[in-house]
C-alpha cells in the first residue's frame, strides 16, 4: 500500500482552515468512506520499496498521523506529510509500501 509524501494541506477536507500541525494523511478513495475516517489516528511504518530506490524504509520506525484530508486519485491508502514520512522512509523514494493499523 504506497503512501506519499507530497501532502501540503493550506485547507483540508476535514477541518477547512483550522491547521492541524505536521503529523498530517490524507486518505485515498479506499479509505476515505465519505468523510467518516477524518480524525482518525494510524501507527504507519514502511514496508518496502515500489520503485527502484533500495532500503527506502527506517528501520522499522513508526509514526502515528491523523487524517485530516482527502485524496482522490493519490492512490495506495495515503498520502503522507513530508514529516510524516522522512521518519519512516528516505524521502527519495518517494512512494513506499506501508503497514498501517
Known sequence: MPGESTLNITASACYGNTP???WIAAASDVLWNNGAICGKTFK???TG???PVPHPCNDGKTVTV???DHCPGCGGTSDLSKEAF????NPVAGV????YW
Open 20 to 22: 492541524e500541525g505536521v
Open 44 to 46: 504507519v511504518k514502511c
Open 49 to 51: 520499496p515500489t520503485n
Open 66 to 68: 491523523k487524517i485530516v
Open 86 to 89: 522522512a521518519t519512516i522512509a
Open 96 to 99: 513506499i509500501k506501508i503497514e
